[in-house]
């Protein structure tokens, strides 16, 4: 089995595409001979890919970008809620 390349998959285990063209997703289970090829593919020196990171639910990713415009035009707690309610105003329009 080519593996072609292998990323680190959330739950511990990896996504691994085949030379020949598949892919397969292999669990974090040394007795799974997939998983053992995959660890036998690191030991020879080569490094997964990171895996992906966890979404970001809609409210968080406004959340986040709300924080990061505040910092950009020093919003402090005090004009908080004000620079908040422009902002979304904003892109509303």
């Known amino acids: 089995m ?4 292998v990323k680190e998959a959330r739950d511990g285990g990896y ?6 063209g598949g ?4 669990p974090n289970d040394p007795e799974n ?4 090829a995959v660890q ?11 895996a992906d990171p966890e979404p970001v639910a809609e409210a968080d990713a406004t959340e986040v970008r709300l ?3 505040e910092a950009k035009v020093g919003v402090t707690a005090a004009n908080r809620d004000a620079a908040r309610i422009a902002i979304l105003n904003a892109r509303r329009a």
């Open 40 to 50: 036998e593919w690191i030991a020879a020196g080569n490094a997964p890919d990171v």
């Open 33 to 36: 001979r997939h998983y053992r």
């Open 23 to 26: 892919a397969l997703s292999v």
């Open 67 to 69: 924080r990061a415009l």
């Open 15 to 20: 996504l691994v595409h085949l030379g020949g």
């Open 2 to 5: 080519e593996l072609k390349t």
